[in-house]
């Protein structure tokens, strides 16, 4: 064995479960040996780096199985409105908003600071002093755009799209502001302020690195984020290291050709030291909050009946030219209408073939069960989502969908229980990144969700190490700590799986290790 780069000492190691090991070797981005501190004294070389970790609790590197660094950063720029609880509040904040080119940009703000009104520009409108204003939701499926904005854009009515998306007008056709789903929200991008390229890369750098210090060495990245991406991983590789490892999945939207599917399957070849394309994520709809979420009946407002693709056997004949090609795909399916179809596309395929997932399912019957597993479907699942509804069903979510519906929410624990793969994540920016809150709410889930769908602290690690590994198809590489898997590790103060649930969010990260270099140290 070639002396290792680095050594990890005095640990508590976790494969994820205990092993009674306390020391791991690394060499080359792998790890080459587990054993004591004892043998890790003979494997060490000249030039070894070796770190005590006095005792930590050593598991393998966390991922985020869903997430948006790169499209997220557009999203998060801007005001922050996550706070506001309130429409008070909401035109307080606004009142001194910074203005960046003459524009007045927020992030992050809730559905239920409207109190059950129709979410309208008039609302706001008198305190932006003619600012054009976008102030995105914080599910980033909806916009508020104010009528500064609207000009802005050309947009003076209603349109047909191709896609699940609308511009809401009121009953004289004029635009409430109301910009539901990615087309519609994608009228505003060329009128708004560009973000240079070097911030772009900064920002993008800073983001992971903060994410690393959370305990993450690595993300499902669930988009692109522009066709330029690629370039933009390539050259920050040739100046240094990224710090997480990312693994990307284009969007496909509905009208995909036979030649952009196979566009598609292309990309699958590009590829950097820590990033990859891998897969392809599809929208089957959209959230229930906006009424875009496709339900098997229709949600308090009569909406929710209709799929983000107009002709959902589109969709499945596109999963299935990909499948063909041997590429896996990661479908946003929330309602259960959504979900059913999805899990009906994925059984007319037949046995074998590359691994398919479904992200979000937050509501879904009991019939539905059973099948993720039966199909070998991933289930990916963001706990910090539970956060945007109460408990008492009085939020928006929850009144949309109906008691019953809302009483199935995020059902994590019966996915486990029903053999599904459990892949979690944040969904950054839509929750926050941190990995230990996605540790700690799919123990303890919030609002909505019953206490009943909370996980083990074991079940809870393996959602954002092995299980995470095998939504990838790399359960062969990734995901453990053992000789000849990528070495990605991450060094806790305490034992996640042992401290209580409500203690997790703030155990100290002592060392994050990804591709075998230290990314965070405390």
């Known amino acids: 064995m070639p002396a290792p780069d680095l ?7 976790r494969d994820p479960h205990p092993t009674g090991h306390t020391a791991v070797a690394v060499h080359g981005g792998l790890i080459t040996a587990v054993g004591s501190d004892a043998e890790a004294r003979a494997w060490a070389g000249p030039g ?32 922050d409105l996550s706070a506001v609880t309130d429409l008070e509040g909401l035109r307080a904040a606004l009142r001194t908003a910074e203005r960046r080119d003459g524009w007045i ?27 054009p ?15 500064a904005a609207l000009k802005a854009a050309g947009i003076d ?11 809401v007008c009121d009953p004289g056709g004029r635009p409430t502001g109301h910009l539901i789903e990615h087309a519609a929200m994608d009228l505003m991008t060329p009128v708004l302020p560009a973000q240079p390229y070097a911030e772009r890369r900064d920002r993008l750098v800073g983001l992971l690195s903060a994410m690393a210090a959370t305990g993450l060495t690595g993300a499902h990245v669930m988009d692109l984020g522009g066709h330029d991406v690629p370039g933009l991983l390539a050259a920050i590789e040739e100046d ?15 009208g995909a050709t036979a030649g952009e599917l196979d566009g598609f399957v292309r990309l699958q070849e590009r590829a950097g030291r820590l990033w990859r394309v891998g897969g392809v994520k599809f929208f089957m709809d959209g959230t229930v909050e906006g009424g875009t979420a496709w339900l098997e009946h229709a949600d308090c407002h009569g909406r929710g009946t209709e799929a983000f693709w107009p002709d959902p056997e589109a969709y499945s004949a596109a999963v299935r030219h ?63 989502h539970t956060a945007y509804t109460r408990a008492d069903h009085t939020d928006q979510w929850s009144r949309r969908l109906g008691e019953e519906r809302a009483g199935r929410a995020w059902r994590c624990r019966d996915l486990r229980d029903a053999g599904a793969h459990l892949a979690l994540g944040s969904d950054w920016p839509i929750a926050h990144y941190d990995a230990r809150q996605v540790l700690a709410t799919a123990r303890a889930p919030r609002g909505a969700a019953s206490a009943r769908h909370g996980l083990t602290g074991l079940m809870a690690l393996e959602g954002m190490t092995t299980h995470a590994a095998f939504a990838a198809g790399e359960e062969a590489v990734a995901g453990r700590i053992a000789a000849g898997f990528r ?17 997790v969010e703030q155990i100290p990260v002592r060392l994050t290790v990804a591709g075998g270099r230290i990314t965070y140290r405390s």
């Not at 204003?133 to 009528?147: F, I, P, Q, T, V």
């Not at 240094?240 to 509905?254: F, H, I, N, V, Y």
């Not at 007319?348 to 539905?368: C, K, N, S, Y």
């Not at 993720?372 to 289930?379: H, I, K, N, R, S």
Request: proline fraction near 7%; glycine fraction near 10%.
């Open 105 to 131: 940009i927020g992030h992050g703000l809730d559905h239920n600071v409207f109190g059950g009104r129709p979410v309208h520009r008039s609302l706001v409108e008198d305190v932006l002093d003619n600012t």
């Open 322 to 384: 990909l499948h063909r090609a041997g590429v896996g795909t990661a479908t946003h399916a929330i309602g259960d209408a959504a979900v059913r179809h999805v899990l009906d596309t994925v059984e007319a395929l037949g046995p074998g073939g590359p691994r398919h997932r479904i992200e979000h399912i937050e509501t879904v019957p009991d019939d539905q069960l059973g099948r993720f597993a039966a199909l070998g479907v991933v289930a990916s699942m963001q706990p910090p």
């Open 240 to 254: 240094g290291e990224l710090p997480l490892r990312l693994r990307l999945a284009p969007w496909c939207m509905p």
């Open 48 to 79: 070894t780096e070796t770190v005590d970790l006095a005792g930590a609790t050593l598991t393998p590197g966390l991922t985020d199985s869903h997430s948006h660094p790169v499209w997220g950063l557009e999203m998060f720029t801007g005001t």
């Open 133 to 147: 204003a976008l102030l995105r939701l914080y599910d980033g499926h909806s916009a508020l755009a104010n009528e």
């Open 7 to 13: 050594v990890l000492v005095d640990a508590r190691v």
């Open 157 to 167: 009515g209603p349109r047909a799209f191709d896609q699940r998306s609308e511009i």
């Open 487 to 503: 070495a990605d590790l991450t060094a806790f103060a305490a034992d996640p799986v042992e401290a209580p649930a409500d203690e």
